[in-house]
């Protein structure tokens, strides 16, 4: 839960100086430095907020800060410039105000760091994302780049602003950064080329020649050393604690986030370095014959180098510091300058390319962080101005500036006065006229446009004739003379004539903030802020682009011989702008306060605090405020702090908050001058009458602590009774249902037993019930069962009895009625019946036999060997006899289809059978292969036409056979041929004739019993045949040839029947000798073929292979 807290809340002395009880300066001085001596830096004045420079660094900017004060009403907290911060961005975001932030302050008071924590406390509550990160770390590296081109040190600050700057920061409706414009006024330029003592230039000079690389600065033609430059002031060249060398790299590194390109830094720095070269270039008084003074360049090296870096002709510069061309419609006179006009013309041209570089950089640096033209954007303002400022001598500048801070604190009593009205009206309360010091007619007389100081400037500075500043100053003197805010001795006000503290040369204004005496003297020059035409020519002429773009005016084709507008002119446009720009938004004061002079934390001057005290008419502004009302509060946190004072409110009011107000007000008896009573908020007259209240409070607080004591105490105390009470009786119970679970479970598990015995024995008496009754069950089934089977019994023996009676009835009815037929019949028959009955009887059943046999036929195929089965016994005779005759006619029907041809073959076929069948074992194969006889087709091909026209006879038998040589048992092909006389052994490649055998010539043939196809044919011994001895040969078709052969022999005439030996073993006569060929049964071989082999000169043995 959130705590409420408030600005009265551990207050050390008085967070709002509205509060301050009695007011006096002395209080007021008091209340500071109590504050500041206990580190609280920031004090409130309404919603002004006063910060007190600490000059050290303080552990309140810490980010857990930055989220304390996130989103927290003003008045919520200790005062803190992030109060203010965060009023501003939420007003901005919320409330779709624009607002500005104004922190004004004498110089070294702390606006600079105000603007920056400011800057950043708005950064670090704002949205985020990549885009608007970058939106914003380019809005806070604009700094930095700023202050090193527009700070300097100075007695009163090391890093005093030396320009006035406004930031218009602009946000989208979500209250995201989108980007800004930075507005700058007047930069002290002066003081580039002459500083005061203990004083410096500009940061950058420092920094580029201590932090600048030795490259860098070769190519700038720079030396390291500050004392070779005349510009630089080398008393107070170091400041503790600036690090210019690492300011210079947070300046180029700034530079690249807001967006600068390499060439554009590397530009920047030229100019740096130029303005540095200028400084040293020096002048000699030349005198001519004319008697007029002239100058010259004494050492021409700075300006070489100058016009190097520049992209300058030497020459056109040379010139343009020695001549002055004044123009005048048609005319042009050019006059020579003398050594102080030459160091005029050079310083003059120094300021003015320095001050055009810094705006240059401001407009490019807007050029970077301009926000996209959306959508209406809501602006936040951030001012940080030069503070007013009283030196011993002061110029143009302090007038300028003092006139700026005149113009400030108008418009700040001006919103402030109408803001403080305004919320009146607003309140509903009545508006009381306040007295305060209206500053307008100081105003007034500074830029009055007849009689104010800058509009006689002016006309002093266009008017022709002699013009110098004493002739400024009679003119002032003239006008201004009875002006209550304006002194000079000269004047004709005789109040001041005897003045000693006012010099002649001099004139006093009596600013809001005290009497300023300013010297006259440069004041023309200054607002003329005149720069020879011949120098801004030469400075058009450059070849450096960023050169020409700032000295536009010396652009020949634009001559222009109008005066460029003054200083004073331009400065009081500006500001006009400024403050109407300031009037269109809510403002928001910080008014910054130096606590002493010697820059240094914890010591608190008085004097000096007192003085811009009044200077800064911080009184006028806490009484302005105090006038009507001192505190205001809206009334709901009002109740909510003081609902305790009465009975009533406390602890809750549940009416409309404003009742609850004025019911509290009731209670307390204060008195009704002392309130009012607005719209929304309760307006407290008498700071008194709110410590009255917060003193109420604070002792009600205490006797509420004290009874919140008692009560938390006692509720400490109850609860814990409580709590024992609740855990003694969560005992008890946990202990009571331990108990009663345990005798449970003892009478649960003693009831089982019971149960589970009685459920025994139940269930065994209705076991044994259902067993008997089952057996009783099957009992009857049993003598149902025998009674049933014997009942069958009976009745089939009842049955069986009746068929046999049946029979014995039919049978002896059969017999009865035979001897009864026979008796009748006897007389009938002669002796002989019976036989001729049996005769009929035998008769009917052959009949009957032969009709079934007809119908039971097997077919006529003579190798069909099935017959039907005999029906009597006493047929078996004819029926097998029968069966063989029918087998026999089938058979010769059979045969009585054949041709002559096929009764050849098939006789062919039967000698053979009855040759070899179960005689040679390569019989059974031949039986199926028809003798086919010529196998050659001997008449028919052409080869052998020659062969077969030698043969006188029909060849019954050609075939190929082998002639086995006795040599080597191998075999020699030979055609065989077989006529009816002779067979022929011819050579099988030319068909000649081997051998021709005629039959008579042939005794027998021999073969073996084995499958082979061996045959050797003997010839009758001393026959012309038998010179060569017999013949051993082999056929595939032998079976074929020995029966052709054994025919032939039969038939033919002459010849004795062929004699067929078939033994595995047998002689043949070859030539001399007799050869005994043997057969034996070899291995199966491939081909399956018989082969010979010659064993010894009597034995040929042959291997023929067994058949599988
Ligand atoms: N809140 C602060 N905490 C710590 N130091 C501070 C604070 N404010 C200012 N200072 C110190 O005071 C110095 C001067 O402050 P700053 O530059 O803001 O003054 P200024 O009012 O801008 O002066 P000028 O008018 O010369 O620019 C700073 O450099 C810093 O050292
Ligand atoms: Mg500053």
């Known amino acids: ?38 580190n609280e830096i920031y004090t409130y004045i309404g919603s002004v907020v006063i910060s007190m420079n600490p000059y050290r660094s303080l552990p309140i900017y810490t980010p857990d800060k930055v989220e304390e004060y996130r989103n927290r009403n003003f008045y919520e907290l200790s005062p803190h410039i992030y109060a203010l911060a965060d009023e501003a961005y939420r007003s901005l975001r919320d409330q779709d105000k624009d607002q500005c932030i104004l922190i004004t302050g004498e110089s070294g008071a702390g606006k600079t760091e105000a603007s920056k924590l400011v800057m950043s406390y708005v950064a670090a509550v704002c949205g985020k994302g990549q885009e608007v990160n970058k939106v914003k770390e380019q809005l806070l590296q604009s700094n930095p780049v700023l202050e090193a081109f527009g700070n300097a040190k100075t007695v009163r600050n090391d890093n005093s602003s030396r320009f006035g700057k406004y930031m218009d920061i602009e946000f989208d409706f979500k209250g995201d950064p989108l980007g800004g414009v930075i507005s700058n006024y007047l930069l002290e330029k002066s003081r580039v080329v002459k500083q005061p003592r203990g004083e410096r230039n500009f940061h950058v000079f420092y920094q580029l020649l201590s932090g600048a690389s030795d490259d860098t600065l070769k190519k700038l033609k720079l030396d390291r050393d500050f004392s070779k430059y005349n510009y630089l002031s080398l008393d107070s060249a170091a400041v503790n604690g600036l690090d210019d060398a690492a300011n210079f790299r947070t300046v180029k590194n700034a530079m690249q986030i807001v967006g600068f390109m390499e060439d554009e830094v590397q530009s920047v720095l030229e100019l740096v370095a130029a ?115 009283i030196f011993e001598e002061n110029s143009f500048e302090q007038f300028i500036i003092n006139y700026c ?83 000079s001795r000269l ?88 403050m109407r720009n300031l009037q269109t938004k809510n403002p928001n004061y910080i008014r910054c306060i130096k606590p002493n002079d010697k820059k240094a934390s914890h010591i608190f001057t008085d004097s000096l605090v007192c003085h811009q005290v009044r200077y800064l008419g911080l009184m006028e502004n806490v009484r302005v405020r105090r006038a009507g009302y001192a505190f205001r509060q809206a009334y709901e946190p009002c109740l909510e702090r003081y609902k305790m004072l009465c009975k009533r409110t406390w602890p809750h009011w549940r009416g ?17 001058e002392e309130f009012s009573y607005g719209r929304s908020k309760i307006f407290i007259r008498n700071p008194r009458s709110l410590f009255f209240l917060e003193e109420r409070r604070r002792q009600c607080l205490q006797d509420l602590a004290a009874l919140i004591q008692k009560i938390y105490r006692g509720w400490k105390c109850r609860t814990h009774f409580l709590l024992l009470k609740k855990s003694q009786i969560v005992v008890s119970a946990w202990y009571r249902r331990y108990a009663q679970q345990k005798k449970y479970q003892k009478i649960k598990s003693a009831t089982t037993v019971v149960q589970s015995y009685t459920r025994g024995w139940q269930a065994r008496k209705l076991l044994r019930e259902l067993k008997y009754q089952k057996r009783c069950k099957e009992a009857v089934t049993t003598i149902a069962a025998f009674w049933h089977g014997t009942q069958a019994r009976m009745e089939l023996r009842r049955l069986k009895q009746e068929a046999r009676n049946k029979h014995a009835v039919t049978v002896i009815w059969a017999y009865w009625q035979g001897t009864k037929v026979r008796r009748d019949y006897r007389k009938f028959f002669r002796a002989n019946a019976g ?7 035998i008769q009917r059943i052959m009949q009957k036999y032969f009709l079934g046999l007809k119908s039971t036929m097997p077919s006529m195929s003579p190798i069909d060997k099935s017959w039907p089965a005999r029906p009597y016994r006493f047929l078996d005779g004819v029926h097998t006899e029968l069966r063989t005759v029918f087998h026999h006619w089938r058979c010769k029907k059979y045969r009585s289809q054949f041709t002559e041809e096929k009764k050849a073959v098939y006789e062919e076929k039967l000698e053979a059978s ?44 050609a075939d190929v056979v082998n002639k086995i040589n006795r040599a080597n048992g191998k075999g020699t092909a030979r055609i065989f041929l077989l006529t009816k006389n002779s067979l022929v052994l011819a050579d099988q490649k030319t068909g000649q004739v081997k051998a021709s055998v005629p039959l008579p010539d042939l005794t027998s ?64 006569q070859f030539k001399h000798d007799k050869v005994c060929v043997k057969f034996i049964q070899g291995a199966p071989k491939n081909g399956n073929s018989a082969s010979c082999k010659r064993k010894n000169n009597r034995l040929l043995e042959v291997s023929v292979p067994t058949t599988a």
Not at 512 to 518: I, N, Q, R
């Open 1 to 38: 839960m959130e705590v409420k807290t408030s600005l009265l809340d551990n207050m050390i002395g008085v967070g709002d100086m509205v509060l301050l009880e009695p007011l006096s300066e002395d209080s007021f001085i008091e209340n500071l430095r109590n504050r500041f001596d206990h």
């Open 914 to 957: 009855e040759i070899f069948k179960d005689k040679k074992a390569l019989y059974p194969s031949s039986v199926s292969q028809p003798f086919r006889g010529d196998y050659l087709e001997i008449s028919k091909n052409p080869k052998y036409q020659k062969l077969n026209s030698t043969m006188e006879e029909k060849v019954l038998m």
């Open 491 to 578: 004047s004709k006000n005789s109040k001041y004539i005897t003045d000693h503290s006012l010099p002649h040369n001099c004139f006093r204004i009596q600013h809001y903030a005290g009497k300023v005496l300013y010297r006259a003297e440069g004041f023309v020059d200054k607002n003329n802020d005149l720069l020879y035409r011949d120098l801004s020519q030469a400075m058009y002429k450059a070849n450096h682009s960023l050169i020409k773009q700032l000295f536009p005016e010396g652009n020949p084709a634009k001559v222009n011989l109008k005066r460029p507008p003054t200083a004073g002119f331009q400065f009081k446009a500006s500001v006009g702008t400024l």
């Open 1005 to 1068: 043939v021999s073969v073996s019993t084995q499958s082979d196809g061996f045959f050797a044919l003997k010839l009758k011994e001393g026959s012309a045949s038998a010179i060569k001895g017999d013949f051993l040969l082999s056929s595939e078709h032998l079976i074929e040839i020995i029966t052709k052969l054994h025919r032939t022999g039969a038939t033919a005439a002459d010849s004795e029947q062929l004699n067929i030996n078939i033994s595995d073993e047998f002689l043949v």
């Open 835 to 841: 036989k001729k009955i049996y005769d009929f009887t």
């Open 656 to 672: 409309p908050a404003r009742e609850g107000v004025e019911v509290l007000m009731a209670g307390l008896q204060v008195s009704a």
């Open 405 to 487: 801070n005149e113009k400030l604190q108008q418009i700040f009593i001006e919103l402030t006065l109408r803001e403080e009205q305004e919320e009146y009206i607003r309140e509903g309360i009545e508006w009381t006229n306040i007295e305060y010091f209206n500053n307008a007619i100081i105003c007034d007389l500074i830029e009055n446009h007849q009689s104010g100081i800058l509009a006689m400037l002016d006309e002093e500075c266009l008017r022709p004739g002699t013009v110098t500043d004493e002739t400024f100053l009679d003119k002032l003197n003239t006008i201004c003379a009875l002006h209550q805010h304006f002194e």
């Open 275 to 389: 303005v540095l070269k200028l400084g040293n270039i020096e002048f000699k008084p030349e005198s001519r014959c004319n008697g007029s003074d002239e100058s010259r360049i004494k050492d021409k090296n700075d300006l070489k180098e100058m016009c190097e870096l520049l992209g300058i002709e030497q020459s056109v510069l040379e010139r343009a510091f020695s001549y002055r061309t004044v123009e005048a419609k048609l005319e042009k006179v050019s006059t020579t300058l003398n050594v102080s006009q030459a160091y005029y013309a050079r310083d003059a041209l120094a300021k003015n390319l320095y001050s055009r570089l810094f705006s240059w950089l401001v407009t490019r640096i807007n050029e970077s962080i301009k926000a996209q033209p959306k959508a209406r954007h809501k602006v936040m303002g951030v001012l940080d101005i030069y503070g007013f400022e």
